[in-house]
């Protein structure tokens, strides 16, 4: 008889509170003598799964209600193998440093009932530092290094599976969230769009993932521009910004966390980069009210009205499913192998070590991670089948669609207003537009943007001082910038200042004008940096003044006076003179013996030389 017809096999359960202090902690004279394990267990019979929850109290009082989950498997192990499936559970802190993880992973004893498993749930974020580099990563790092498998129920949906890991992910993925976003604009034909991050962990795979659907799709849909916030000091998010103004896009899918949406939309506002004519969509962690509930943020000017936001619920009743849905994975998976160990002595009780050494290391974590895949995991009738992917995603989920609207005259409110399915489009129904706009917006501007960079030229382009009470210009004049942009963002009534604005006039002023109009595009009229009309650098191989700027990007078009010589048009292309400049000589016709081409008689017998030789040289 094998090995593991003589065992017992095991949930541990470890949940984790607001703070960390050792397992067991006494919070006060009502709970510290809750504890439902009313015998020890033998650890030598046992196969062991570890879960680490928040910590709640009306959570563990759910014990018994969990553990009838595993009756069923029960019967099972004790008909055939002799065991039974048992129930534990501990108490730690949700924040911890990984000192403390590794002190309630050895010196409470969790690794010394060998479990082969582990189911970790995380509600939220407790701290800002957890934005950063959450608590989980310690705990994702130590499984990896013992290839542990783990089942992660991960509200925030920061936590990434793949199979080097062993990670199995019951929350939907960054993956779900993206393809529910892009179905979004696909729905109203926003098919251009930028990407905005804070510093919140997962953002750069967020942004990877969305040029992946986008490269994936099949259709068209382009991404503008990605801007990502390395810190949220004003003057930062405000020069990142920018990018989104000469954008074409209006429709930002943005990924960050509350505290980083709150400064964003701030800025943005004060930008006018919100409104009716801008539509923002966001992931779950931007509009969590608390870091330790499930409430919502609806306090009257923290988002614009109108935007989206895609949401799963992460409630106590969602908790107990979740590790309800846990224990059926584990106990289906460990049924499901029982023959397999069987036949090939597989062992499900790892010995680890405190001090890490090569043997501590479990080879057979990926065969429990393969059985754990295969499971399918379905609690109530009305519920669809739990089935997961080859990367531990799940193969179907479900997100909520979430429109901000007015409440009161204090707060607005979340509803729902769509859902999203894997493999079907999103459904939508009664909502609320950006700005109380009665039908959304095109997600573009009404005109596009030209970038138009000059240099002083009289009287192509010329220079003249604006208004400087009101910063305008004449009605023949527009505004033109001479200085770095970043100087002219930060300063009140900056278009009055000479130093910084001009008011352009002239021949190619007028021509841009009237362009604008009959194309009909707006456009940004600024001062090349250097001064410099544009000259090739054969050492550095380098262009400078308009030319570089066009070259750069920093501008789609020159408007001045600008001779075309062959090295420039080798370098940008010209449009067709629309003004020619040369010299004529002129003279009277007048009847008389003198010819009008009198004045060239002294050339005579330079012509005649010239095309003697010339016919020489035909011949």
């Not at 070259?551 to 001045?560: C, F, I, P, R, Y």
């Not at 600008?562 to 400049?581: G, M, N, Y």
Request: aromatic fraction near 10%; charged fraction near 25%; charge should be positive.
């Amino acid at each position: 008889m094998s090995k593991i017809t003589s065992t017992t096999i095991i949930f541990i359960l470890i949940i984790l509170p607001s703070g960390f202090t050792l397992a067991g902690r006494r919070t006060n004279s009502r709970r510290k003598n809750f504890n439902p394990q009313k015998k020890k267990t033998d650890y030598s019979k046992a196969v062991t799964v570890g879960a680490i929850l928040p910590k709640s109290y009306a959570l563990g009082r759910k014990y018994t209600t969990m553990a009838k989950q595993l009756e069923p498997f029960n019967k099972n192990f004790s008909e055939n193998l002799n065991s039974f499936l048992h129930f534990e559970f501990k108490m730690l802190e949700s924040t911890f440093k990984p000192s403390d993880l590794w002190r309630a992973m050895c010196d409470d004893g969790l690794f010394k009932t060998r479990f082969n498993s582990l189911i970790y749930v995380q509600t939220a974020f407790t701290s800002k530092a957890e934005i950063l580099q959450p608590s989980s990563e310690h705990l994702m790092s130590v499984a990896q290094f013992y290839q542990i498998p783990v089942i992660v129920w991960d509200s925030p949906g920061i936590i990434q599976t793949n199979r080097e890991r062993l990670l199995i992910q019951l929350t939907p993925s960054i993956a779900h969230q993206g393809e529910a976003m892009l179905s979004l604009l696909r729905r109203y034909g926003w098919n251009r769009f930028a990407i905005v991050t804070g510093r919140l962990s997962g953002h750069d795979t967020f942004v990877n993932t969305i040029r992946d659907l986008v490269d994936n799709s099949g259709e068209f849909f382009d991404i503008t521009t990605t801007v990502h916030l390395p810190s949220m000091e004003n003057e930062t998010v405000t020069s990142e910004l920018q990018k989104l103004q000469a954008a074409e896009s209006r429709v930002m899918l943005l990924y960050s966390s509350k505290e980083e949406a709150t400064q964003i939309f701030k800025v943005a506002e004060r930008m006018k980069l919100s409104g009716k004519n801008y539509v923002w969509i966001t992931t779950k962690c931007a509009i969590l009210k608390s870091t330790l509930g499930a409430e919502l943020d609806e306090d009257r000017g923290r988002f614009p009205l109108g935007m989206f936001a895609l949401y799963y619920s992460h409630d106590y009743d969602e908790q107990v499913k979740v590790i309800e849905k846990a224990l059926v994975i584990w106990a289906q998976a460990m049924t499901n192998l029982k023959k397999e160990a069987e036949n090939k002595r597989i062992l499900l009780r790892p010995s680890y070590h405190c001090n890490p050494q090569n043997d501590s290391v479990w080879k057979y974590g990926s065969i429990v991670y393969d059985q754990l895949l295969k499971a399918k995991v379905k609690l109530n009738s009305g519920e669809e089948t739990i089935e997961f992917k080859k990367d531990g995603t799940l193969k179907s989920v479900s997100l909520k669609v979430l429109n901000l609207r007015p409440k009161n005259e204090r707060s607005d409110e979340w509803a729902t207003v769509g859902e999203w399915k894997s493999g079907k489009e999103v459904e939508m129904y009664d909502i609320t537009w950006p700005g109380n706009a009665p039908a959304p917006p095109i997600g573009r501007p009404e005109k596009y943007q030209v970038k138009v960079v000059t240099l002083k030229e009289d009287p192509y382009v010329i220079y003249s001082d604006p208004d400087p009470n009101t910063g305008t210009c004449p009605p023949m004049a527009v505004l033109c910038r001479i200085a770095a942009k970043n100087l002219t963002t930060l300063v009140a009534n900056a278009t009055s200042d000479p130093s910084l604005y001009q008011c352009c006039s002239g021949l190619c002023i007028d021509l841009l004008k009237m362009l604008a109009e009959k194309i009909g595009f707006d456009f940004e009229l600024f001062e090349v940096s250097d001064k410099i009309w544009g000259a090739y650098n054969a050492d550095t191989k380098e262009w400078n003044g308009l030319i570089k700027d066009i070259l750069d990007g920093k501008a789609d078009m020159v408007m001045t006076s600008l001779k075309i010589t062959p090295e420039r048009s080798a370098a940008i292309d010209f449009s067709v003179p629309f003004l020619e400049t040369g010299i004529t000589i002129i003279v009277a016709v007048r009847d008389g013996v003198i010819s009008p081409t009198a004045f060239l008689g002294k050339f005579v017998s330079l012509f005649s030389l010239l095309f003697v030789i010339l016919f020489r040289i035909s011949v």
